[in-house]
Structure formats: structure tokens, C-alpha cells
């Protein structure tokens, strides 16, 4: 497979997309966000430094997911009350999915788009989307703090966000994102550290 | 195929701070996944997500006055992954104005993220969060959960307040704040919930013995000892008695089998059989010896049968088994007595026309008996019969071994219920006989809830 590759046009530094369908990535050199039109790349921001993170996963960790290999291509940071999390953008070879990184707490979620969504939320509400019961545990007041690699949407210009966080009775984990006037929800489940088979992980001075 | 570009993420290295309030030299262990740190020296909470670690909170207490058991920076491994110890606190409720105490240690893995440890009065569990929504069902009493398929009853509710703090902890912590914890317990699990405001959150302890935390993070001396019994600590008879009783059927099957195949291959041969008559009206001696008779076979019992014509009276036989080459004997002496009659209660009777009994272990080789008839004087003639039968089972044995099952399985079933009753004497749903009297009992354990920063945010 070639990967589509193009010039930063903000230094000229060479930029190779990992994944065909990203839409938008960040320069390594100069962290300038790019987004992709028909033809070029066109600067749309500036990434300022991210705080702090110390999740083990970065940009090219692989992992398997229900028997099924993924790459992280890129990330989002979000800041809220307890620090910083991550959601990575998960590589697989049918589409992308995200891997929620908070405080070491792993889950997986795929966008479920066309199921119906409450316009907004309080805890402990409970609903049904494709025959799971979720009830909403926690809502996230959180900001976006940046963005690093290759997203599958354009996602720059944010300020506030709010996420709604639900839980089934069996593993199961949905995400309902209300950071745009239409939510946007995604389904998955917690996984275990072990269960991801994780590689090429940060590795942490005096830890092996 | 490494993403990292000009600008690696680089490795995360400890932290080395100062505290804001005292100066005093700070460590950050869980790199930047705590919330809080608390500075040891002067008992300030900081904010560790702030790099200029705004004091949030000072506290009043005595470092010493509550030193943990397993100092932090201790490195051990649990469930094969290893975790060091980053934080510390004690924690409080009070029943009836006395309060009880536990301890909670927070660890972490760089990779795995943080877990738990409680410990009160030696009882250890080792706690983490739960992934899954539990259900609630408050409709029985003591209310239930049911997780992943396994049934939890309610043990205790409490009010428990943050009283001492050390380290790090991966939410906001501060000395003096309540939540409301429920344990509910399933030996050797307990599933607590922790409501501060509208947020839950749900966690799962295993009870762990204290020798083996001390052994997994290589600690000297020897754990406390436990006092009394625990809500979730596992009964060391285990507290499911129905496979010791499966076992019991089992062996009962076995047994019931086994006669059964005793007494449809014994012989049951009969070796002798003699009627006599026994005149009372006559004094002197009345003993006689019968003819001799072959005991075949190898080593095994013999039924002696005596019947009599007794009728309100007895007849008392003294009997010799004689090996005839020997001279080895075997003497015993039985009784027929055969009473009945009338009184305000109806009719009654007392005794019988017929006696058993089996003379163990005879070897085989030529035998004959020496018997020796007593009674009343007087009383006319007793007819009486002997006979003798070889290689009979006894069932009396079967009975013998059956006890020898039901009393362990019984005695292990009494002692498990007693721990039951134990363990739960000391919750809110104490039965009513037990003498747990909650305004002067020390022991009373309390409820080992667990404050846990909340779980994903993606």
C-alpha cells in the first residue's frame, strides 16, 4: 500500500499519512495542523506544547483488538478536573477507532453513527442502543488541550467539550460526545492492559 | 516504524519537587497520573497536575501517629504485575460516637494504572475499580448486587470520612470529606460503592491474607494478626457446604452399594441347628456340648441365633465356642426374655422369643459349643433352639461406617455456619439472636469502602 505523502506547507517538511482517510494531521517539525483539501495541505493552526502525559501508549504503539491488528496514528488530548487524558486514534485495516487512555484505564469505541441520541444527559438515565442498556455513569466537563498526528475528522479550533460516559452490566462502554450541537456517540467496552497486547510503548525510568 | 519525529515523547522520569508550603523535598512516583500529592513534612495537599503545586489544603496531624505498614516507594507484585506503593490514607467512621478505622494504600504501574490495598485490624483486601455497572436490587432485604453473574448481599452502610493522608492519589483527595460507602459481600469478594455527590463509584475487593502482601512486597516481620471474623474474609471451611454434602451422598451411594454386594455374596451357610428343652423343676447341672461342626472358608464371623418359648420369663444361655484342635474358646453369655401384659396404657410387651449376635473374626477349623441354661426355678420347661450361621454381614458395621461420614460432614457444616454467623452478627443485618450489641462491642468491623477517584473520562 503507498501511503500518501505531501509538503508541509508551512516549513516544507515532508508529511506521510499513515492512513489513507485521515483528514487532518500535525507536522512533526513545526506543529502546524493540516488539513487535507482535494489537491494540497492547508495550514488551518498551531499546536502548543501538550502538558505533561505520561500514558505508555505513542504515536505507532500496535495492539490487537478482537483479533484484530491496530496502529496509533494520532491522538487528542482533553484536560479536565483530574488531569489530562488521551484518546488515541486507533489504525485498523476496516476503519479507525479510539482508544481512551484516562489515569491508565483503557477503553476501545468505534463511532456508532444513526442510532438515536438524547439531546442531553443526567447521571444514572439509562438507554438502548443496538440491544445493550447503557446508564450514564459520569459527564465530563473537559477542554481540548491538543491534537498530535492523524485524525479522521477536522478537529483544531475547539474549546469546551462535553462527554457523557455510560456503562452496561457486562463490559460494554458508550460515549456520547456533545461538544458539537449534534452528539456523536461511540460504543465499545473497557479492556485490560494485558488483553491489548500492546508494542513499542513508552517505556518509564526505573520501570521495565 | 517509529512515529516519534524530531520531538520524541521521551521517557517519563520521577519527579524530584519541591513543596510550596516547607520547601521540603517531594517525589512524584506516579509520573503525572496523580491528582494530589501531599507533602510528609508540613501536611499539605497539593495539586500535582499544577507544576507550581498550589497547596489545595493543609491538615493537622502527627506523621507518626499513623505510619503505614508498607512505607511508600515499596515495590511488590500483585497478580504478577509489579506495583509501587505512591499513597496512603486512613479512613473513619463512627458508630455510636466511637470511631473505627482502616487503611488504604494506593498502587501503582506505569502501565496498568492504579490499584488498591485495605487493611483493618489484618484484614487485607486488594481492591480495584470496576469496569462494569453492578445491579442494584433493593427490593429484598439485606439489599443484593448482582455483577458478571455473581450475587453480593449488603453487609454494612456507612459514613466514612478521610482522616490522614500520604503520597499520591489519582483524585482529588482531602482530609475531613464523607462519602456514603456500601459493602456488599460475596466471601472472598466485596463489592463497595462510594457516593460523593451524584457520582458512584463501584470497586471490588478480594480478601487477601496478610502473609501474602507481606511476602509479595518483601516486607519484615510478620503482618498483624487479624482480629476476629471479617465481612468478606473467606471461611476457612468454606462457606459451601453443598459439595461436602454431594460427597457425603456419594459416599453413602458407595456405601449402600457395598453392602449390598456384602450380603448378596456372603455364604450366610448354616453350620448348626439344634432344639433343646430346659427344665426349671429340676436342680444341678444343665450344661451340655453340642456335636462338632466344620467352620470352612477363611477367618469370618458367626451368627449365633438363639430362640426361645419364653413367655413372661427368661431364659439365660452361657455359651462356649470351643475350637476343638486349639482348645482356644470364645465365651459369652446371651438372654431371651419375653414379657408382656395389661395396664392403663392398653397392652404391652417387653423383649422377644429371639436373640442374635455375632461372634467376629473365628477362624475356620472344627468347633463346638458348651452351653449352660439358667432361668427362674420352677417355672416348668423352656424349649429353646441354637442355631449357627457362617459369614453373615453385619449391618451394624455399615451403620458404624455410615456415622463415620455424617459426623466430620456434620461437625464441618455446624463450624461453617458458625463463621457465617460470625461475620454477619457484626453487619447491619445482624440476626436477631445474635448478641451483637452495638453500642459496647470493640471488634465491630466496619465497612472497608474504598474512595477511588473516578474511573474513564473519556
Request: glycine letters at 8%; charged letters at 20%; aromatic letters at 12%.
Amino acid at each position: 500500500m503507498t501511503q500518501p505523502t505531501a509538503n508541509c506547507p508551512n516549513c516544507g517538511a515532508k508529511i506521510i499519512f499513515r492512513w489513507s482517510s485521515s483528514v487532518q494531521t500535525v507536522c512533526e517539525y513545526c506543529k502546524s495542523i493540516l488539513v487535507r483539501t482535494d489537491i494540497d495541505l492547508k495550514k488551518v493552526g498551531q499546536v502548543a506544547d501538550l502538558p505533561p502525559n505520561s500514558s505508555p501508549i505513542q504515536m505507532g504503539t500496535e495492539g490487537i483488538y478482537n483479533r484484530q491488528a491496530f496502529v496509533a496514528v494520532g491522538r487528542i488530548v482533553y484536560e479536565y478536573d483530574q488531569g489530562t487524558w488521551n484518546e488515541w486514534h486507533l489504525v485498523m485495516n476496516n476503519g479507525s477507532a479510539w482508544l481512551s487512555d484516562a489515569q491508565d484505564e483503557y477503553v476501545v469505541t468505534f463511532a456508532a453513527p444513526g442510532r438515536k441520541l438524547p439531546a442531553e444527559c443526567r447521571v444514572s438515565q439509562r438507554y438502548t442502543w443496538d440491544n445493550e442498556t447503557y446508564t450514564v455513569t459520569t459527564i465530563t466537563k473537559a477542554h481540548y488541550r491538543g491534537v498530535e498526528g492523524e485524525l479522521p475528522f477536522q478537529y483544531w479550533d475547539k474549546q469546551d467539550v462535553v462527554f457523557v460516559d455510560l456503562m452496561s452490566t457486562n463490559g460494554k462502554f458508550a460515549t456520547l460526545d456533545y461538544s458539537d450541537e449534534t452528539p456523536v456517540l461511540y460504543l465499545g467496552q473497557s479492556v485490560e492492559f494485558d488483553d491489548l497486547k500492546l508494542k513499542n510503548l513508552r517505556s518509564f525510568e526505573g520501570w521495565s | 516504524m517509529s512515529a516519534s519525529g524530531p520531538n520524541p515523547p521521551g521517557t517519563p522520569q520521577v519527579k524530584a519537587l519541591n513543596c510550596p508550603g516547607c520547601g521540603a523535598a517531594l517525589t512524584l512516583r506516579s509520573f503525572s497520573q496523580a491528582v494530589t500529592v501531599v507533602c510528609d513534612h508540613c501536611h499539605s495537599i497539593l495539586d500535582a497536575q499544577d507544576p507550581r503545586l498550589t497547596i489545595l489544603q493543609k491538615f493537622k496531624a502527627d506523621v507518626d501517629e499513623y505510619p503505614p505498614l508498607i512505607p511508600l516507594g515499596t515495590r511488590g507484585t500483585i497478580r504478577g504485575a509489579a506495583y509501587e506503593v505512591v499513597g496512603f490514607q486512613r479512613r473513619t467512621i463512627h458508630v455510636d460516637g466511637i470511631p473505627y478505622s482502616w487503611h488504604e494504600y494506593v498502587l501503582f504501574n506505569p502501565y496498568k494504572g492504579f490499584r488498591y490495598l485495605t487493611e483493618y485490624n489484618g484484614h487485607w483486601n486488594d481492591t480495584s475499580i470496576l469496569r462494569s455497572l453492578p445491579t442494584v436490587n433493593n427490593d429484598v432485604s439485606p439489599a443484593t448486587v448482582t455483577y458478571l453473574g455473581g450475587n453480593y448481599k449488603l453487609f454494612q452502610t456507612a459514613k466514612a470520612g478521610t482522616s490522614f493522608v500520604l503520597g499520591e492519589f489519582p483524585w482529588q483527595v482531602r482530609v475531613g470529606e464523607d462519602s456514603d460507602v456500601s459493602d456488599y459481600v460475596s466471601p472472598p469478594r466485596v463489592i463497595s460503592s462510594e457516593r460523593t455527590g451524584k457520582e458512584i463509584t463501584w470497586s471490588m475487593g478480594e480478601y487477601i491474607a496478610g502473609r501474602d502482601i507481606w511476602k509479595a512486597f518483601s516486607l519484615q516481620g510478620n503482618p498483624p494478626e487479624p482480629v476476629g471474623v471479617y465481612e468478606n474474609q473467606p471461611s476457612p471451611l468454606s462457606a459451601d457446604t453443598t459439595a461436602l454434602w454431594l460427597a457425603f451422598v456419594g459416599f453413602l451411594v458407595a456405601l449402600v452399594v457395598m453392602f449390598i454386594a456384602f450380603e448378596s455374596s456372603a455364604r450366610k451357610e448354616q453350620v448348626i441347628q439344634g432344639f433343646y428343652s430346659f427344665n426349671t423343676n429340676v436342680r444341678g447341672e444343665a450344661s451340655f456340648v453340642t456335636d462338632v461342626f466344620q467352620l470352612k472358608g477363611h477367618t469370618s464371623d458367626l451368627e449365633l441365633t438363639t430362640t426361645s418359648d419364653v413367655s413372661n420369663n427368661w431364659i439365660y444361655l452361657n455359651y462356649a465356642l470351643i475350637n476343638q484342635d486349639t482348645g482356644q474358646a470364645y465365651d459369652f453369655g446371651r438372654e431371651v426374655s419375653y414379657y408382656y401384659g395389661y395396664d392403663s396404657d392398653g397392652s404391652w410387651t417387653e423383649g422377644g422369643p429371639t436373640d442374635s449376635v455375632a461372634i467376629p473374626s473365628v477362624p475356620p477349623g472344627s468347633y463346638y459349643l458348651r452351653v449352660e441354661p439358667e432361668s427362674n426355678f420352677g417355672h416348668g420347661t423352656i424349649s429353646y433352639s441354637i442355631s449357627a450361621k457362617r459369614d453373615v454381614p453385619q449391618a451394624s458395621f455399615f451403620g458404624l461406617a455410615l456415622l463415620a461420614l455424617l459426623v466430620p460432614a456434620g461437625l464441618i457444616t455446624w463450624r461453617s455456619m458458625n463463621f457465617e454467623h460470625l461475620r454477619w452478627a457484626e453487619s447491619d443485618y445482624a440476626p436477631a439472636d445474635s448478641n451483637d450489641d452495638d453500642t459496647d462491642n470493640p471488634d465491630k468491623p466496619i465497612s472497608l469502602g474504598n474512595i477511588f477517584g473516578k474511573g474513564s473520562d473519556s
